[in-house]
Structure formats: structure tokens, C-alpha cells
């Protein structure tokens, strides 16, 4: 069966599935400049690629979430059979012997997802999910250690004075999906609104840098500035709020702020960008791996911590800043952020050892900053 590939209700491409996986098998474009930001219109390889980001994946497809694929065999059936809508962009896919409009599929413009689940086009490994609340989505994240490091991303940006991010609210619950916990047990969910909407589309950083060739020696940071700017945003307010988030990201020691977990907001009728989207998904941070926060981390370790990202590690991150625009003074304490994690349910011990490596990241944070140190080779 052939689909239409379409942006709101302009027909992009031409597409078929297989009907048993759901990958793209062809693809004909109509329309090249809607196709979406850094994915080729030439063949179907990229767009393919796109397809397949854009699903479930398989590691959260088999969790204890209730996924119910119907007649779909695997998410990018699922997918598909779900229109390919999402609460990120207003793109989706439409069977050719149908005659629906943006409008009765856009997520936006719905109280009622009997009809579709866009929880089909929601990424990553944690267990997550849109639900309507008063017809209104939120987002629903479960794990009550994830859930406590995106309040204390939230009431750091807070804090700071930095506006542009997704407030994170801690919840006891996540309705249908898991029992309110015993009283004094923690909380399991954080929950947050869409930072997009009909009218603003978020584009992954993965697919903005793929719009243009990086040379040999451009930077990964460099890069993702020139693409920025070659797709009309203005360079330094680019910089300015990556240099942000690079900070605050080695303070929690997030080490998951890969190319998908970052990106740009565009004006989805003129395609025109407006700029970054705000700072979200900080979950996987604080020594958040299974082994990593049972002990102290000594102080050299705090130098080698690899990452999943821009950077090959977070020191090198910090090496880009020209201008620190963190207010140290204004950050959680050692206390509160110990408080926060025993008021969601981790025990004191563990709470205190991630706690006290929190503020050994402070440290040397300041001390970077403030005196100008630089690390050994040997430390390197």
C-alpha cells in the first residue's frame, strides 16, 4: 500500500512499507523543500534512517509499558499504522485511498487519541509516555532516579535565571501506568508539557548537522555553529546557550546529551528556525549508571567521565566556554540536592555519596573557571 508523506497538509513524498516491518521500502519525492531539515530526498536511505529515529525503540517497546501493537508486528509498523504523527513535528503519513487532513490527525488539535497514538513517534530508552490531562498532553517519564535529576535540571535552570528549559514536575504517579507508591516510598514519575505545538516544530541537532559537510578540522561544537547559522539562526545566541548547557550538563554529569537530545525549534508554516529548543531530558545524569553511584568518585575520575555527545568527555566540553554564565552561588547545595534524592526514594547512604560527587563537580567546575586551571596530560 502506498502512503502520502506529508508536512500539515502539504504532500511531501510518496511512500510504501513493507507490511510486516514497517520499513520504508520506496520513496518518491514531490516536494524536496519540505522534506525534513538534513535528510536527503535522493533515494530512500535517509529518509529511512529518519523512519526508524522516529519510532519506538525496540529497547522500551518490550518494557513494562503497555504497548498494545494491534495488527503492527514491531514499532515501525506501529508506527506507521498510527499515521507516523508526533507531539515533536507536525510530519505524518496518510494511506493514499484515505482523505484526512492535518487537522483530524494532528495530536495538537485533539482532545480524544482513540483514533491514533503518537506515543508511535516517542524516542528513547526510558520508560515514557503521553497522556491527556483535561485534553491537554503531558509527558509522562517513570523512574523515580531519572525523575529526581530532572527536578533538580529544573530548579537549577530556575534558579539561574536561564529561562529557556523544560520545567520537570516530580509525581507520585503516572496514571495507568503505575500504582501510586506507598506513602513514604518516593516518587516514580516526572511529568512536563510539550515544548512545541501546531505551529512550533522541534528538529533533533542530528539532523541539523547533517546539513552541511564537516571539514576536517571544524569541531563538533564549531560545526554544529555553522549549521546553525547556514539554517538562518544567529551564531552567538547558538553559542551562548550551548556554552550554558555545556556547563550545567558537566555539573550533573550528564553524560546522554547526544544528538538527538538537543536540537532547534522552527516555525513549522514558514519553516523559518527560531532558535534552540529549550534544554530538556536530563534524566541519565548524577552518576545515574547502575555501579557509578554506589562510591565516592575519585577526584581524577571526575576528569575522564566519556560521554554520549558533542564532546569525547566532559572536560573538553568545558574547554569551548569563552564565557561562564553560571552563577555558582545561586546552584543546589549538598543538601538539598542529598534531600531530594531521599525524598524520592533512594536510601540516605546513596543519596550522600551522589550528593557529595555533585559537589566535587562544583568544584572543579569554579576552579576552571575562576582561576583558569588547566588539566595535566597525564590527567587528560
Not at 519540505?34 to 530512500?44: A, F, I, K, R
Not at 482513540?114 to 508511535?120: K, L, S
Not at 523515580?144 to 535552570?157: F, G, K, P
Not at 581524577?300 to 552563577?327: A, P, Q
Request: hydrophobic fraction near 35%.
Amino acid at each position: 500500500m502506498n502512503y502520502t508523506f506529508k508536512h500539515r497538509d502539504d504532500t511531501v513524498a510518496v511512500v510504501s512499507f513493507d507490511s510486516y516491518t514497517g520499513q520504508v521500502t520506496t520513496f518518491s519525492v514531490v516536494n524536496p523543500e519540505l522534506m525534513p531539515t538534513g535528510v536527503s530526498p535522493v533515494g530512500c536511505g535517509e529518509f529511512r534512517k529518519w523512519w526508524k529515529y522516529r519510532a519506538v525503540p525496540f529497547s522500551r517497546s518490550t518494557t513494562k509499558f503497555p504497548y498494545n501493537f494491534g495488527q503492527a508486528f514491531n514499532p515501525c509498523a506501529y508506527l506507521r499504522d498510527n499515521f507516523g504523527v508526533s507531539l515533536g513535528d507536525c510530519y505524518w503519513v496518510c494511506p493514499e485511498e484515505m482523505d484526512f487532513r492535518w487537522e483530524e490527525v494532528s495530536p495538537f488539535n485533539t482532545s480524544d487519541w482513540r483514533d491514533f497514538d503518537p506515543n508511535a513517534a516517542l524516542g528513547g530508552d526510558q520508560d515514557k509516555r503521553w497522556l491527556l490531562s483535561d485534553g491537554k498532553p503531558y509527558l509522562y517519564k517513570i523512574g523515580a532516579y531519572e525523575a529526581v535529576n530532572e527536578y533538580i535540571a529544573s530548579e537549577t535552570h530556575r534558579r539561574q535565571g536561564f529561562g529557556h528549559y523544560v520545567p520537570y514536575c516530580l509525581s507520585e504517579v503516572c496514571p495507568g501506568l503505575s500504582e501510586r507508591t506507598a506513602e513514604g516510598e518516593g516518587f516514580t514519575a516526572c511529568v512536563c508539557a510539550p515544548f512545541t505545538s501546531g505551529d512550533v516544530e522541534y528538529v533533533p541537532a542530528w539532523q541539523v548537522v547533517n546539513t552541511r559537510k564537516q571539514g576536517n578540522s571544524t569541531s563538533n561544537f564549531e560545526h554544529i555553529l555553522d549549521c546553525a547559522e547556514a539554517c538562518g539562526m544567529d551564531r552567538e545566541k547558538v553559542r551562548e546557550f550551548l556554552e550554558y548547557q555545556t556547563i550545567t550538563d558537566f555539573i550533573f554529569t550528564n553524560i546522554d546529551r547526544h544528538y538527538t537530545n538537543f536540537g532547534f525549534l522552527r516555525d513549522s508554516k514558514t519553516l523559518r528556525f527560531l532558535g534552540p529548543a529549550p534544554i530538556f531530558d536530563t534524566g541519565n545524569s548524577m552518576f545515574f549508571e547502575p555501579d557509578s553511584h554506589l562510591r565516592p568518585v575519585r577526584y581524577e575520575e571526575l576528569f575522564k567521565i566519556k560521554t554520549n555527545g558533542i564532546f569525547r568527555n566532559e572536560y573538553k566540553g568545558l574547554g569551548v566556554v569563552r564565557n561562564c554564565s553560571v552563577d555558582f552561588e545561586k546552584l543546589m547545595s549538598y543538601e538539598e540536592v542529598k534531600d531530594a534524592y531521599v525524598k524520592g526514594g533512594v536510601d540516605a547512604k546513596t543519596a550522600d555519596i551522589i550528593a557529595g560527587n555533585y559537589r566535587s563537580k562544583i568544584k572543579i567546575c569554579k576552579n576552571f573557571f575562576e582561576t583558569g586551571w588547566k588539566m595535566k596530560k597525564t590527567e587528560q
